[in-house]
């Protein structure tokens, strides 16, 4: 099949497997009201004053540049305007950073009342950004000020590849490679921060002297993954050097990041997006069959809530995020060659995403946002605007 941008055609894996298009839809609507306005077990999200709002990082008691540029992505896909503004007008408003090497980005964490617990930032957290205020662009039109959002996008989008000056750190991506580092500082990388269908469009919308480098970004970072995602059990690490080796050190200041945890669930959900949109790549099929085949019948749904190592290997070590494990295998199940998902073990990561609800509690941010996209994913619902 040729992609969404082609096509404006949008496949919903879970009418296939057998869920009506109403139930689907309402369920959307339940999960971001949950997330936005649920109860205090529930909800993410938070009203700051007549104009502002941020997203809670439940676990860490903080608001991250991830959390607000996901929550701005679940406000435009699902055309809720008066959040979006709201998230963004706080994010802009206290995570901006004015000085030091790292201006021009935003703080990648804040304290709940606004004030920054650091001086660097994130890269996952500007390319959500960045898609996100030019969807708004195209969906809402531009506004004047912060709410010009198209020149507010190609601004963050601009900074991200820089180069550095006197004034000025490094950007966010390699600029020989093409490759988006883990932060402005380091020489390795984090393969879920690697997003080739939102580098497609930046490629089209950022400011035009921009615009090749984000095409062959788009196109290092497809081939990046297949060196980063083992070739038997379709994982990957959750750091990873540019070569795509898991990251080794483990024992210094990042600690251990070389096994199939947290951030690196996010990985094949990105592939599936990516096939979804733009479709470019025949190998984002193979890695989804290698990936279920991996989770289905290697191990079994039994010990998905384990931590694993990038081989395979299960550890006698609970997972810190198993709701969002289950997510995203699930969104694995769109790379599985059409809209019809005929594969066993597609049904049966579709099955388990749909029984599983949403997780309360202290830890639930990280997993409920990863279920809202692999939900709007699977649903159809994740769409280019």
């Known amino acids: ?109 804040n304290a709940p009342c606004g004030s920054k617990n650091a001086d660097g930032a994130a890269p996952d957290g500007e390319e959500y950004f960045a898609m996100a205020l030019l969807f708004a662009s195209s969906r809402w039109g531009d506004g004047e000020g912060i709410y010009e959002y198209s020149r507010e996008a190609c601004d963050i989008l601009h900074e991200m590849i820089r180069e550095g000056d006197e004034t000025k750190g490094r950007g966010m991506f390699d600029p020989g490679n093409h490759l988006i580092r883990f932060i402005c500082e380091a020489d390795f990388t984090d393969p879920s921060y690697h ?16 615009r090749p480098f984000f095409g062959k970004a788009a196109e290092a970072s497809r081939q990046y993954l297949h060196r980063a995602c083992h070739d038997i059990t379709g994982l990957c690490s959750e750091f990873a050097y540019f070569d795509g080796r898991a990251y080794e050190k483990g024992k210094d200041t990042w600690g251990r990041h070389d096994w199939y945890y947290s951030d690196a669930y996010r ?17 984002q099929e193979e890695e989804g069959e290698r990936f279920l085949h991996f989770m289905c019948h290697t191990i079994t749904e039994s010990r998905w809530d384990k931590v694993i190592e990038v081989d395979g290997t299960v550890l006698d070590t609970d997972a810190l995020h198993p709701v969002a494990v289950i997510a995203t295998n699930a ?52 769409r280019i605007f």
């Open 331 to 382: 969104a694995a199940a769109a790379l599985i060659g059409s809209s019809s998902p005929a594969c066993p073990d597609a049904v049966t990561v579709l099955h388990k995403f749909w029984n599983t609800p949403l997780r309360t509690g202290k830890r639930r941010y990280y997993d409920n946002c990863l279920y809202f996209f692999s939900f709007l994913l699977l649903s159809g619902g994740y």
């Open 267 to 283: 990985t094949i959900m990105n592939i599936a997006l990516d096939h979804i949109w733009f479709d470019k790549d025949p190998w």
């Open 195 to 210: 997003l080739p269908h939102f580098y497609e469009i930046f490629s089209k919308r950022a400011y035009p002297q921009d």
């Open 1 to 109: 099949m040729k992609g969404s941008y082609i096509t404006g055609k949008y496949p919903n894996f879970f009418e296939a497997a057998g869920y009506s298009s109403d139930d689907t839809e309402r369920r959307i609507e339940e999960i971001f009201d949950t997330l936005f306005y649920g109860s205090d077990d529930e909800r993410i999200y938070h009203a700051v004053g007549d104009d502002m709002a941020f997203i809670m990082d439940t676990g860490n008691i903080d608001a991250r540049t991830e959390g607000m540029s996901y929550g701005m992505m679940m406000c435009v896909q699902l055309d809720r305007r008066e959040e979006f503004d709201r998230i963004w007008k706080w994010a802009k408003t206290h995570m901006f950073l004015t000085d030091g090497p790292n201006k021009g980005f935003f703080c990648w964490s």
